[in-house]
């Protein structure tokens, strides 16, 4: 089975720019989770979905957003990036129950 | 909210040496718990998942712990090796917060050979 793939694996974006970020849900899973991760912390969840849809969001601003398709891969969006925003952005994918969760190698992105 | 904290945040050791992780949190209506392992600048590996109707999960030589009633997990490794350098996670799913798990910040292991 294959594992949770996201793309890019580095990106590099000026402040006040959009970026979005990919991944595809490991064979099976159709629940998507992502998480924030500065340099020398645990992750901080940004937002889940389920079958398309949005159901739990974490404390972030508006200007996060994502989706999910209807082949459970899923994307994540960022407007008017803040130098704060550099992180790696991780996502995770899970069956229907979200009993055990499946993480990617992340994405690396860093705002100048 | 919930909070989980990991202790020590960095730990040295001598290569055969067995070790222990602690992770504690706050919110007793725990759903499961799961250890990562992450090495530097990629993703997260699930090493162990405890649910809270266990005790304890072993895999080689990786043993994890929950004890409800205190609050904490612990996460044993046994007969350390350089190779197990790495960020060991702890994560908390509670039954009050949906899906989302709440990280502990983190313990860097460097096993010396």
């Known amino acids: 089975e294959t594992g949770v793939t996201q793309s890019p694996t580095h990106l590099i974006k000026t402040r006040g720019q959009q970026v979005t970020l990919r991944c595809s849900s490991q064979?099976?899973?159709?629940?998507v989770s992502w998480y924030q991760q500065a340099l020398g912390q645990g992750p901080q969840f940004i937002f889940q979905?389920?079958?398309?849809?949005?159901?739990g969001r974490g404390n972030f601003p508006p200007r996060f957003s994502g989706l999910q398709f209807p082949n459970y891969s899923s994307e994540l969006n960022v407007n008017a990036l803040e130098l704060d925003d550099s992180a790696l952005y991780l996502c995770?994918?899970?069956?229907?129950?979200?009993?055990?969760?499946?993480f990617g190698s992340g994405t690396r992105l860093t705002v100048v | 909210k919930q909070e989980v904290t990991q202790i020590p945040a960095a730990l040295s050791v001598p290569e055969g040496e067995n070790l222990v992780l602690n992770c504690s949190f706050t919110?007793?209506?725990?759903?499961?718990l799961q250890w990562f392992r992450q090495d530097p600048g990629k993703g997260l590996t699930s090493l162990l998942l405890?649910?809270?109707?266990?005790r304890e999960q072993t895999s080689g030589r990786l043993n994890a712990s929950l004890d409800k009633s205190s609050g904490r997990s612990t996460l044993y490794i046994a007969a350390s090796q350089p190779g197990d350098s790495a960020t060991y996670l702890c994560?908390?799913?509670?039954?009050?917060?949906?899906?989302?798990?709440?990280f502990g910040g983190g313990t860097r292991l460097m096993v010396k050979p």
């Open positions: 994560a908390m799913r509670s039954n009050n917060a949906g899906n989302m798990l709440t």
């Open positions: 995770a994918s899970s069956g229907s129950r979200a009993e055990k969760w499946t």
């Open positions: 919110d007793s209506a725990i759903y499961n």
């Open positions: 064979s099976g899973h159709n629940t």
């Open positions: 979905y389920y079958r398309e849809e949005e159901n």
């Open positions: 405890i649910q809270s109707s266990q």
